[in-house]
């Protein structure tokens, strides 16, 4: 089934302890991106990556790092979380590099609910 | 970046059509204008998205104005699985598009 995997569902971490939240998909997209999800402020994109060692910023990248070191993954990584970075995070991507901008169509995961102590 | 403005929510009756508007009055010539909901508990999924013409598909249908500053999803028989948070989104050749806060649609028996 094609699908993009976000693991985990769930995460309880304390301040400062470094996590990764992953990122799969099995369509062989070239674009992928994460976006938190807070109430009142919608969906803000964080990263995204066109291609296999290829990433920007988004809006709100600050406190965040990604990498892609293969086309199946990205991976969302905080070094030092805190407590404003508690947040449902999805993952998506796109069969094109542009993404939505040539018009193609996101795949989302299921999500990832964060909490920061 | 090319914003969009949505009514927070909307009602309607179980099996009748639905309207769900959004302006967009700072598009641009190359912006695709999309529509995603999401469905309570999940990730956003794609509904319809176009350019300058009307689409229609098995979902929805979008309805894009002249100048191209505002546009409407269609959801013509309404079901209780349509309750949920739709978003309208521009986008460019930039990479760069904003999702907003949606509209809550609640659909009622």
């Known amino acids: 089934e094609a699908q993009v995997t976000q693991n985990p569902r769930y995460l309880i971490t304390v301040t400062g302890k470094k996590l990764t939240v992953t990122c799969s998909q099995n369509?062989?997209?070239?674009?992928m991106s994460w976006y938190r999800q807070d109430p009142g402020l919608g969906l803000r994109q964080i990263y995204y990556?066109?291609?296999?060692?290829?990433?920007d910023k988004g809006d709100v990248p600050e406190g965040y790092k990604v990498s892609r070191k293969e086309k199946r993954n990205f991976p969302l990584i905080l070094e030092s979380p805190s407590p404003n970075q508690t947040s449902l995070y999805f993952c998506?991507?796109?069969?094109?590099?542009?993404?939505?901008?040539?018009?193609?169509?996101?795949?989302f995961g299921s999500g990832t609910q964060l909490s920061v102590l | 970046d090319a914003k969009t403005t949505q009514p927070n929510s909307m009602e309607s009756n179980e099996e009748e059509p639905v309207h769900l508007p959004c302006n967009h009055s700072?598009?641009?010539?190359?912006?695709?204008i999309h529509w995603y909901r999401q469905l309570p508990s999940q990730g956003p999924e794609y509904v319809i998205h176009?350019?300058?013409s009307n689409v229609n598909n098995r979902m929805a249908s979008l309805a894009i104005a002249e100048d191209r500053k505002s546009s409407t999803l269609i959801l013509h028989r309404a079901t209780l699985r349509d309750a949920a948070v739709y978003y309208c989104?521009?986008?460019?050749?930039?990479?760069?598009?904003?999702f907003g806060t949606g509209t809550s649609l609640t659909v009622i028996p």
């Open positions: 998506a991507s796109s069969p094109r590099r542009m993404g939505l901008g040539t018009g193609e169509k996101l795949f």
């Open positions: 369509m062989n997209h070239e674009y």
């Open positions: 990556s066109m291609n296999v060692e290829v990433t």
């Open positions: 700072t598009i641009s010539g190359t912006d695709y």
């Open positions: 176009g350019l300058t």
């Open positions: 989104i521009l986008s460019n050749t930039g990479n760069q598009f904003y």
